[in-house]
């Protein structure tokens, strides 16, 4: 499923450019993605879509601390919980989309989600919404997945 949302991240700059997603399962089983996973994919991304464009869970805001509960903490891992911290410390996430990225990862069924999945997340996120990351953190979501380097916050 990743393959299939980091091949739509690539070859689609905007997401009003994807077709339909009827049309878009034929242009994906036609490059050679499984019919499986390409449904998969479309579902994981439909739900993303209607998350990211509710205007009204968008607005909240929130300074206070994200406390995770343990099945959140035991499907997402310490790295990928660090990460979205880091994230949003950066100012890259808001609260509402830190909450959509944990949302989405939670539906993955997958546990710990590994960091490499959860920035295609993020990046999936950012480009739902029509936003771009700049170049310094566009660097770190597509680079490495070392997930023994810790992160040092300044």
């Given at each position: 499923?990743?393959?299939?949302?980091?091949?739509?991240?690539?070859?689609?700059?905007r997401p009003d450019a994807c077709p339909e997603?009827?049309?878009?399962?034929?242009?994906?089983?036609?490059?050679?993605?499984?019919?499986?996973?390409?449904?998969?994919?479309?579902?994981?991304?439909?739900?993303?879509?209607?998350?990211?464009?509710?205007?009204?869970?968008?607005?909240?805001?929130?300074?206070?601390?994200?406390?995770?509960?343990?099945?959140?903490?035991?499907?997402?891992?310490?790295?990928?919980?660090?990460?979205?911290?880091?994230?949003?410390?950066?100012?890259?996430?808001s609260p509402a989309q830190r909450e959509i990225?944990?949302?989405?990862?939670?539906?993955?069924?997958?546990?710990?989600?590994?960091?490499?999945?959860?920035?295609?997340?993020?990046?999936?996120?950012?480009?739902?919404?029509?936003?771009?990351?700049?170049?310094?953190?566009?660097?770190?979501?597509?680079?490495?997945?070392?997930?023994?380097?810790?992160?040092?916050?300044?």
């Amino acid at each position: 499923m990743f393959d299939i949302l980091v091949y739509l991240y690539e070859t689609y700059y905007r997401p009003d450019a994807c077709p339909e997603p009827a049309a878009l399962a034929r242009k994906l089983s036609a490059v050679g993605f499984d019919d499986v996973e390409i449904s998969e994919a479309l579902v994981w991304l439909t739900d993303l879509t209607e998350m990211a464009g509710d205007e009204t869970a968008l607005a909240f805001t929130s300074s206070g601390t994200r406390f995770y509960v343990q099945r959140e903490y035991d499907a997402l891992g310490s790295s990928a919980v660090g990460f979205i911290q880091f994230l949003e410390s950066a100012g890259v996430l808001s609260p509402a989309q830190r909450e959509i990225v944990i949302e989405r990862a939670l539906a993955l069924e997958e546990s710990p989600v590994g960091l490499g999945k959860l920035k295609i997340i993020v990046l999936m996120l950012l480009w739902s919404q029509g936003k771009e990351p700049d170049a310094l953190m566009f660097d770190d979501l597509f680079g490495s997945d070392d997930e023994q380097a810790p992160r040092l916050l300044h």
